[in-house]
Structures are given as C-alpha cells and as structure tokens.
C-alpha cells in the first residue's frame, strides 16, 4: 500500500531545494543593492569630479559685443572719452578679462573705409602687442611703431595723417620699463644704423642728468627716469616740429598724452 507521506529522502531533497533558492533570492538582493550603491558613488564621483573642474577652470566670461567704429561713432567722441576707453581697456587687459571678437567679421565690416579714434608710438619691442594692451580690434586705432618711440618725420608724417585726414582725436607716446633702446642710448652703443636711431633718445639722457642715483643701464630705476623723460621729449617734438598737429592740440580738436607700459604687471601708466 502506498502512503501519501514524502519518502525521508524526498524531504531531505525539498529541504534542501528551498535553501538553495533562499540564497539565490538572497544573493540577488545583495547584488541588487550592491549595484545601487556603485551607481550612486558613480554619481558622487561625476559631481565631484565636476565641482574640481569648475574650481580650476572659471567660466569664460560673457564675451563684450564690438562693431568697427563708424564715421559717425568717430565724430561724436572726445580725446577725454578716448582716453578713457583706452584706461578702461588696459583695465581688462590686467585682468585677463579682454573682449572675444569675431576677427572675421571685423574684416570684412571694415572693408569700406577706418575711423581709428587714436593713434600710437609705441616701441618696436615684441613684448607689448599694443592693440591686446588697450583691448582694442580691428580699425580701432593707429600704431606707429619704431624702437624707442622716438619721433622723426615720417612718424609725424604719419600722426598727421592719422589725425588732420582720419579723424583721429588722441595722441599717446607710450614708452615702457626694460626698454632695450632706452638702455643701449645710456651705454652709447654704436652700431650701424642703430646709433642713429639711439642719437634721437640722447636728449632723454641729457635731461635726466640731475638724477641722483647711479646713472647706468644697470640701474632700473634711473632707466625709467629716461625711458619717462624720453616720453616727455617725444611729445615736445611733435608739438614743435609738425604745426599741424599742434594747432589742432592748441584749437583742442585733438589731445597728446604721455604713457608707460611697465612690463611686469602690464598696466599703463598715462601722463597727461
Ligand atoms: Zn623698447
């Protein structure tokens, strides 16, 4: 007769059944939250990860919408309001804050003609890209390069054409700190062409003789003084030697300021 009852090792089979398939759910449910807990540390990691970026890397700034100066624009400025924008400028120059511009598209809006609102003697020197100095683009101003921002005819050929033909209303002389120009006209050095060019930075030196420091090259301090006074020469010779410009400076239709790049910080100094 056979009895409804589990055989002993039917029972031992069930049994034994029912544990594997407890651990099976179990390992499952452990894998499952294990797999929740990797996901979110995952996540904690992106946002850290973010968080270390954004510390290191700043947001590029809102870039400052600039068009080609026109005609009009040009008119309606004062040497004052020019002079400022150009300390404003230098401002974002130092704080590595320039203005991004369409380079591209400057070009070809200022295909059809150019209303600088200033013109600059800077010196030849490559470590002072001029218009990067003011934050200025395409059309915006004149540079007249040459080493030691001296001025002889052409350059003042030049600033009169800036200014009596294109409506120019700003002048500045710009000299800078370390200038290599300024030191070799304090050592004499003659060489070719170059002790020329150096005879035109010779008053600058005569002029700083009262200085009471060591007069050498040597000396930054005592190079400044001439690099400054070499400023101050320039801009007395434009007024002497070209009567256009200085009547226009007289009639205020036109201003010429002084200024000095110091190379350490980047900042100019105007002299007004
Ligand atoms: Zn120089």
Not at 78 to 85: K, M, R
């Given at each position: 007769m056979l009895h409804a009852?589990?055989?002993p090792?039917?029972?031992?089979?069930?049994?034994?059944?029912?544990?594997?398939?407890?651990?099976?759910?179990g390992l499952y449910i452990f894998l499952f939250v294990g797999l929740i807990a990797v996901m979110q540390s995952c996540g904690h990691a992106e946002e850290e990860k973010k968080t270390v970026t954004e510390a290191i890397e700043p947001p590029i700034p809102k870039p400052v919408k600039e068009s080609v100066t026109t005609a009009e624009q040009q008119k309606a400025l004062?040497?004052?309001?020019?002079?400022?924008?150009l300390k404003d400028g230098n401002k974002r120059f130092t704080?590595?804050?320039?203005?991004?511009r369409?380079?591209?598209?400057?070009?070809?809006?200022?295909?059809a003609g150019q209303y600088p609102k200033s013109v600059i003697l800077s010196c030849l020197d490559s470590r002072i890209p001029v218009e990067d100095v003011f934050d200025k683009g395409i059309g915006d101003m004149f540079v007249a390069r040459v080493a030691g921002n001296v001025v002889n005819t052409d350059i003042l050929g030049s600033m009169e054409y800036a200014c009596k033909v294109s409506g120019s209303k700003l002048i500045v002389i710009m000299g800078h700190s370390n200038c290599g120009a300024v030191k070799s006209a304090i050592d004499n050095v003659q060489l070719g062409n170059i002790t020329g060019l150096l005879a035109r930075i010779k008053p600058a030196?005569?002029?700083?003789?009262?200085?009471?420091?060591e007069k050498t090259s040597k000396?930054?301090?005592?190079?400044?003084?001439?690099?400054?006074?070499?400023?101050?020469?320039?801009?007395?010779?434009?007024?002497k030697l070209s009567p256009v410009l200085n009547e226009m400076i007289q009639k205020e239709q036109i201003k010429i300021v002084g200024a000095y790049y110091d190379m350490k910080t980047g900042k100019v100094t105007f002299t007004e």
């Open positions: 009852y589990p055989s090792a039917m029972v031992v089979k069930t049994s034994y059944l029912h544990v594997v398939m407890r651990l099976k759910n004062t040497p004052a309001i020019i002079l400022q924008n704080d590595n804050n320039v203005t991004a369409d380079h591209s598209k400057l070009v070809r809006d200022a295909v030196v005569q002029l700083s003789q009262t200085y009471a420091g000396n930054i301090e005592y190079t400044d003084v001439v690099g400054n006074n070499n400023v101050l020469y320039a801009i007395e010779q434009v007024k």
